[in-house]
């Protein structure tokens, strides 16, 4: 599917998709590492493969649990937290965050210093 998705945009549109894979809620946990290892190991083979861009992915975190049930990302923080103040936690999602949106390359955003 994706195969046929690429070469329809690249005959109609003479460009490539740009695609980006991360992997989501991925645990911290020593007992996962040997799948995690794994998994990483395959991402990478397809990559090359079928040629996507490997973005860094999200850890599970406690803070994004706190927020969805609120409507809120951590973008919906200000400088200090929001209500509470900034944990180390939420400083290490903040950096997953800026990670994924260096890798993105968003051209809005292109030369412009990331606000959060």
């Known amino acids: 599917m994706v195969w046929e998705s690429r070469k329809k945009k690249a005959q109609g549109q003479r460009t490539p998709i740009d695609w980006v894979v991360l992997r989501n809620r991925t645990s911290t946990s020593k007992i996962e590492a040997k799948n ?3 998994v ?5 083979t397809l ?4 040629g ?5 992915g999200l850890s599970e975190r406690v803070i994004y649990r706190e927020l969805f ?3 809120l990302t951590l973008l919906d923080l200000d400088a200090d937290g929001g209500e509470g103040e900034m944990r180390m936690t939420h400083l290490a999602a903040r950096q997953e965050l ?3 949106f260096i890798t993105l390359k968003l051209p809005t955003l292109e030369g412009e210093p990331l606000k959060f």
Not at 40 to 44: D, P, Q, S, V, Y
Not at 47 to 50: A, F, K, Q
Not at 52 to 56: I, K, L, T, V
């Open 36 to 38: 995690k290892q794994k």
């Open 40 to 44: 990483g190991e395959a991402l990478r």
């Open 47 to 50: 990559s090359n493969r079928i």
């Open 52 to 56: 996507f861009r490997m973005s860094p």
């Open 69 to 71: 049930p609120q409507g």
């Open 98 to 100: 800026r990670d994924l």
